[in-house]
């Protein structure tokens, strides 16, 4: 009987073992689908005057997307977002996450500005309210101003294709 309790626990690890190795590290589950996105209020990053809050995602499906000119990933996704602002499918709202003013405003006009408008989070707190843990990311908001999905990672044309898009329209078709 005493041998039997270590193999019982052997046989737990390797079943969570087992089921850990099946789970995408990118979809990361947010505590926040569902909810409300969190209350901010940052300045911009092009307009430092001028204060951005939660209160633009409301009456209207928008994206948020976490993004730092630091960030290899948001390089990799940024034509991508500039396509989609082009095409005025919907509103990007971006979140300037642990960055330089400087640093970011360069990042824009040389990459280009996808972006409707974009708060300055340079100490990384709101992010963190949000649940972001990295970058990129990107949310989803309904025109309550609930979040509805968060990808982790650079939009690729292919997340945009398969799984925004048809989310976007999803909310955007509901009155």
Partial sequence: MRYLIPLAVFFV????LGVGLTLDPREVPSPLLGKPAPAFSLPEVS??????????????????NVWASWCVSCRQEHPTLVELSRKAIVPIYGLNYKDERDAALKWLDILGNPYVASAFDADGRTGIEWGVYGVPETFVIDRTGTIRYKHTGPVTPEVLEKTLLPLIRQLQAQS
């Fill in 47 to 64: 307009r430092p005057a001028e204060t951005f809050t939660q209160e633009r995602f409301t009456g209207q499906v928008s994206l948020v």
């Fill in 13 to 16: 690890m390797v079943i969570f």
